[in-house]
């Protein structure tokens, strides 16, 4: 197997998870990065032969950085559950989210909204307040969910960083102790 086109459909795939929406990482991600990372496994091989070519250094810092970003999808959601519950930030995105919620709940306007939706059957609930508690609560999820998700990508550089350092370290010394053992001329 071609192992540039593996590394560049990883990192395609990395890429469209990372980016293609907003809000909280989540466990889809997380299983998506574990299904990544077990392709690179299976199919990804050292060069053959022992030798230690010009080019093999970028191919392994190629190999390292695109199992770190798969990795990270793995580890963003308990990464982002431990800032959440442990970080001054993640207070904040909790009080940003309670703020919201009970803005939402407040605003005079929604809840004639929310009358009307009831009155014309659309809000699937039979009372305007009930309508409205939910719409708060799915504003809470909203709201946390973009800011801790903001969080947790700002902090996942350093993980991604030290997960490509040792897997390259790795790497080299598979290489180095193949080279080692390989008969030599």
């Known amino acids: 197997m071609d192992r540039a086109a593996l590394l560049g459909t990883a990192l395609a795939a990395v890429v469209a998870l990372s980016f293609s929406g907003e809000g909280a990482w989540d466990w889809l991600g997380a299983t998506a990065g574990i299904a990544l990372l077990a392709v690179l ?7 053959a032969g022992g030798g230690l070519a010009p080019g093999l250094r970028g191919e392994l810092a190629a190999f390292s950085a695109v199992a770190a970003l798969a990795a990270t999808l793995v580890i963003a959601p308990l990464l982002q559950a431990v800032l959440a519950a442990t970080t001054d930030a993640g207070r904040t995105c909790h009080a940003s989210a309670a703020v919201a919620a ?3 709940q407040g605003d005079g306007s929604l ?7 009831v009155s014309r059957g659309d ?5 305007a307040t009930d309508a409205l508690s939910r719409a708060a609560a799915n504003e809470r999820r909203t709201v946390m969910g973009d800011c801790i998700g903001a969080v ?3 902090w996942l550089w350093a993980p991604a960083a030290g997960m490509a350092a040792v897997g390259y370290a790795s790497a080299w010394w598979l290489v180095r102790r193949r080279h080692a ?3 030599h001329d």
């Open 152 to 154: 947790t990508s700002g």
């Open 102 to 104: 009970g803005a939402l």
């Open 41 to 47: 496994a299976a199919f990804f091989r050292l060069p």
């Open 181 to 183: 053992r390989a008969p």
């Open 111 to 117: 809840r004639r909204g929310a009358e009307l939706a």
């Open 123 to 127: 809000a699937g609930v039979t009372t």
